[in-house]
């Protein structure tokens, strides 16, 4: 079990750390099957130089720290990126390394204040940074982004975007814009990428999703008409599908996959 906390009363011995090399996170290669990606005292050349307390996993202190650029694994370990980890740590340590990337991303990228250019200080008992110049305190980012499920009878719309793995399509998507609902973000979605009109949008369930920032809102909705017309800036391909004859889907820790196998299973 993973639970978050800004702070921690007390530090055990063998904490687990969640160290990362730019995005990726420094796994056990000896021990696949290990719940955490280190635990115990660090190698000296990975030694935090700053600790970003992500809460207690299994019972025990959890940190992540970022390891230089040029740091190298210790023997019997590697450096992995974080989304093919989902098949091989447990689900509590998959929410800790989320967390962490989530972290040591702020603490990467936002290291300078944007009103005054002076460098940012981690605050105690606190996610934000504070400015040491104009004492502004800035929060670590997240995205929230909707996505949909759009359905007419037992037809699924799919997009796929260029980076996907080849054959591979998703749920239409996006990011709220400012002032925008997150409903009326599905809505506007819908139209702008694929040209439909929608109609009895239902809330779903949400996921954070650290690649980087995201928060995914899933909601699912009857298609109410509109000619499929694809935008070519953001979208490769956009179609319909049947619900038996299904392209290739994301990977299962994904909202959108969730989405699919609970319509597919006749669950919306
Ligand atoms: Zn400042």
């Known amino acids: 079990m993973f639970e978050a906390k800004i702070a921690l009363d007390a530090v055990g011995d063998e904490p687990s750390w969640f160290v990362f090399r730019g995005d ?6 000896d021990n696949p099957s290990s719940a955490t990606p280190w635990r115990g005292a660090l190698p000296r050349e990975l030694a935090a130089r700053e600790a970003l307390t992500l809460g207690l996993l299994d019972g025990r202190p959890a940190f992540a720290c970022v390891a230089p650029d040029d740091a190298v694994a210790p023997t019997g370990a590697v450096f992995s990126p974080l989304r093919p980890l989902h098949a ?11 967390l962490a990337s989530q972290l040591v991303y702020f603490a990467r990228h936002y290291r300078y204040c944007a009103r005054c250019a002076q460098p940012l200080a981690p605050i105690e008992n606190s996610r934000a940074r504070v400015c040491t110049g104009c004492k502004h305190e800035w929060y670590p980012r997240v995205s929230p982004c909707a996505i949909v499920l759009v359905y007419d009878g037992d037809r699924v719309l799919m997009t796929r975007q260029p980076r996907y793995p080849a054959g591979m399509y998703g749920l239409v998507a996006g990011f709220v814009e400012p002032n925008e609902s997150v409903e009326a973000c599905a809505t506007r979605e819908a139209f702008e990428e694929c040209g439909a009109r ?14 980087p920032h995201q928060l995914m809102v ?27 004859a299904l392209p290739l889907l994301p990977p299962p820790v994904s909202i959108a996959r969730k989405m699919i196998d609970a319509w597919v299973r006749r669950e919306l």
């Open 24 to 29: 990726e996170l420094l796994v056990r290669e």
């Open 88 to 98: 091989r740590l447990s689900a509590s340590a998959f929410d800790a390394a989320s």
């Open 198 to 211: 929608l109609q009895n949008v239902r809330y779903f369930g949400s996921q954070p999703w650290s690649f």
């Open 218 to 244: 899933g909601f699912v909705a009857e298609f109410a008409g509109g000619e499929l017309v694809i935008d070519r800036g953001e979208l490769e391909d956009a179609r319909w599908f049947h619900r038996d």
